[in-house]
T-cell receptor, first 117, second 113 residues
Framework: NAGVMQNPRHLVRRRGQEARLRCSPMKGHSHVYWYRQLPEEGLKFMVY????????ESGMPKERFSAEFPKEGPSILRIQQVVRGDSAAYFC???????????????FGDGTRLSIL | GQQVMQIPQYQHVQEGEDFTTYCNSS?????IQWYKQRPGGHPVFLIQ?????EVKKQKRLTFQFGEAKKNSSLHITATQTTDVGTYFCAGRRAGGGADGLTFGKGTHLIIQP
């Protein structure tokens, strides 16, 4: 079984450009979570999505960041007009059921390392 | 908002020594999960604790959930070089709320042969 697939593994952007990070959840998983990790830090929750719906975006900056999980295709985390402070590793996780109700573990992808020049 | 604190941030041990990391939440948790992340890797789920006072073992690893469901610990007996990595606890606030986990900053385990 394929795990959570994230691409690209590494992404370099110049300030002001857009960054698009993709995440395909594990087969049979319909719940996707995005986290950001700074060096030597823990993971910070950004957004939780179910197919075609944003369930919780309380951890996502109000400006420049957006996320979607369309009916077909991967989940996309989009960062517009990137700044140096956006440099981080972005991890996607998926679960089969809603973890709040079912205490399901989350399965993580390998992450996208975003570097802003 | 909910905060999850982990100590120590770094722990150096000689191979064969024991290791413990502690996790404390500012709020009561519905459950706590532990993850391990190798350098350059992604977090890998280790275990979940749900019940007050719960203790679970995985070979040399022992996980505990406090009676008040606000703290937890991970203890590794007789560490091996394969145990190197960062150990994160992650909790979800009791009573619902955000579905995302709140992670501690992790404890980096460094093992000297």
């Amino acid at each position: 079984n394929a795990g959570v697939m994230q691409n690209p593994r590494h992404l370099v952007r110049r300030r002001g450009q857009e960054a698009r990070l993709r995440c395909s959840p594990m087969k049979g998983h319909s719940h996707v979570y995005w986290y950001r990790q700074l060096p030597e830090e823990g993971l910070k929750f950004m957004v939780y999505l179910q197919k075609e719906n944003i369930i919780d975006e309380s951890g996502m900056p109000k400006e420049r960041f957006s996320a979607e999980f369309p009916k077909e295709g991967p989940s996309i985390l989009r960062i517009q007009q990137v700044v140096r402070g956006d440099s981080a590793a972005y991890f996607c996780a998926s679960s089969r059921l809603r973890t709040d109700y079912s205490n399901q573990p989350q399965h993580f992808g390998d992450g996208t390392r975003l570097s802003i020049l | 908002g909910q905060q999850v604190m982990q100590i120590p941030q770094y722990q150096h041990v000689q191979e064969g020594e024991d290791f413990t990391t502690y996790c404390n939440s500012s709020t009561t948790l519905s459950n706590i999960q532990w993850y391990k992340q190798r350098p350059g890797g992604h977090p890998v789920f280790l275990i979940q604790l749900v019940k007050s006072g719960e203790v679970k073992k995985q070979k040399r690893l022992t996980f505990q959930f406090g009676e008040a469901k606000k703290n937890s610990s991970l203890h590794i007996t007789a560490t091996q070089t394969t145990d190197v990595g960062t150990y994160f606890c992650a909790g979800r606030r009791a009573g619902g709320g955000a579905d995302g986990l709140t992670f501690g900053k992790g404890t980096h385990l460094i093992i000297q042969p």
